[in-house]
């Protein structure tokens, strides 16, 4: 839609995983930065509505992004009241923050009457206008296409999309999150990618090797076993990059816990998303996903937040 609307407009999109970086700091050639997947839960829910004056909502953070958005396309912001009325638990491993973002910026251009495209080239404009992407842009392609992704950097250092593929439908994603255990992990992210070893810089090859010989080929070929062991390998050897941070391969012993509760359940693909707390684990069909949600919380022992997902393999709706 191209002119200006009157009515509420709506912006709805998914949950972003991310599965662990290749690389911490990206050569200047062609190389795969990381890769994840977008689920329909817990989604991002944002209304514009129409109102005598620009007001935000349910978050600090739409403000801050309206602003960023007004600011690099030279528009005002538009009458209406930003309204935020579902997110994902923030700083968790959902990626909530750079759904929130797109969500902003896409909604914004479409009650001010500019084109809202849905593509590579927007998902990178809205990423650098709200400082997203820095290290990773699985979330902004994810929002834009839906499905599996994987990123990368170009030549020129240009962040940009490798590859992106649909899953089936009928796989599931459970996602737990042991509320003891969340925080920003910013600052032990940041203090990670000050302290890597160059020399373990050697296992990027490994990990790249990894998506293009197992994780995409069993994505495409629907094969549920050989993907679910191939993410879970590689959330493992990615996490060690950052063994001397997070004291193992998983951020701290809480982490750890969820993922062995799941493993000692059966789960398989089990990893945890970015820096956590988020755990997640793939299961075949529906039957699976429900026997272990049932199971987990007295596995694990302690109070638990667990989504039960579906990929969403369509880009963000926005109407």
Known sequence: MNSMTTETTFVSTGSRLHFGLTRIKPGSRNCINGVGVMLNEPCTRLEFRPAEKFSTSGSERLEIFANAWSTHTGKPLPNREMVLVGQPP???GF????????????????VSGQATRLDESEAQNVATICFRGNRSMVGSFGFVNGGLIVDGTDGDGKTTLIKQTGLPENWRVI????????????LQEESAFANIDSGKQGRAAELERMITASILPSAQNGDFEGFAESVHAYGKLSGEYYVDVQGGVYNGPVITGVVNALLGLGARGVGQSSWGPAVFAWCSDEDEANEIVARLPEAFGHPLEIFKAAVQNRPAQIA
């Open 175 to 186: 996602v737990a999150v042991a509320r003891q255990a969340a925080k920003k992990f910013g």
């Open 95 to 110: 990626g909530s923050g750079t759904q929130l973002a797109h969500a902003v910026a896409h909604g914004l251009n479409q």
């Open 90 to 92: 923030e700083h968790a």
